[in-house]
């Protein structure tokens, strides 16, 4: 059965890179899955080939060793002989204020979700240049937009990081390839469980990962997800005061 294209997905063994490969294998792409927990890899790949009927191939994969990273992306490429798209969302979301005797989940958030990312990148990019063509996709965060307080000030650091990554690449116009930023609001998953259910504008997993497939396949360089209230959110958290946008956020 003849597919839209390869899209490789990591950290897709729970959350919103669980619900990203559903929803893409709906739309008829082929997956390449790798996550460090193999044992729900494999429970997914085989929930979406019976559903879809769509190729899917999975791989462990810790995204902060980037010799593996390397490994795990060409071992894809070569398999399927070709990848289209690469989504870079492996996090987590740890963290502890600055100084309080934590800097362990400061760190391990540091090199997952930004070395982390730089690595994937890399890789993502060797092949694409390679290919002279591709889709880089970098899931960043709306906590990105404006230093965050206490247990969130890394994770969002890390987060502007991946934007401005993403930002460089564009800056550079590679032939043939093209750069999405993602900014998910507060979309529910595994990360967040722990989060109240009535946190002001938390939605769904299903209904918030559709809103990022939609601006993925759009190809847009930078999107709010979901955009009612993030856009305008987006906007006012640029400018306005950080006492101000403490109550919001």
Not at 25 to 48: F, K, N, S
Not at 133 to 157: D, E, F, N, W
Request: proline letters at 3%; a positive charge; aromatic letters at 6%.
């Amino acid at each position: 059965m003849t597919g839209r294209g390869v899209v490789l997905i990591t950290g897709a063994s729970s959350g919103l890179g669980e619900e990203m490969a559903r929803q893409f294998a709906a739309l008829g792409y082929d997956l390449a899955l790798c996550a460090r927990r193999t044992d729900r890899l494999g429970v997914l790949a085989g929930e979406i080939r019976s559903a879809t009927g769509r190729r899917v191939e999975t791989a462990a994969l810790d995204v902060t060793d980037p010799e593996a990273v390397a490994k795990v992306f060409h071992h894809f490429a070569a398999t399927f002989g070709r990848l289209d798209r690469v989504i870079v969302n492996a996090g987590i979301g740890k963290g502890a204020p600055l100084g309080t005797g934590r800097p362990d989940a400061n760190l391990a958030t540091a090199m997952t979700n930004f070395v982390g990312a730089l690595s994937q990148c890399e890789a993502a990019l060797e092949i694409f240049r390679r290919e002279r063509g591709g889709h880089l996709v970098l899931i960043s965060s709306m906590s990105a937009l404006r230093g965050m307080r206490r247990s969130m000030t890394t994770y969002a650091a890390t987060k502007a990081g991946v934007a401005a990554i993403a930002e460089g690449l564009r800056s550079e116009r590679i032939r043939g390839l093209d750069v999405s930023v993602i900014y998910p609001g507060y979309i529910r998953s595994e990360m967040n469980a722990h989060v109240e259910q009535k946190t002001r504008f938390m939605v769904g997993t299903e209904s918030g990962v559709r809103a990022m497939v939609h601006a993925i396949e759009k190809r847009r360089t930078k999107a709010y997800v979901p955009a009612w209230p993030w856009v305008p959110l987006a906007a006012a958290m640029k400018l306005l005061p950080l006492r101000v946008v403490r109550r919001l956020v």
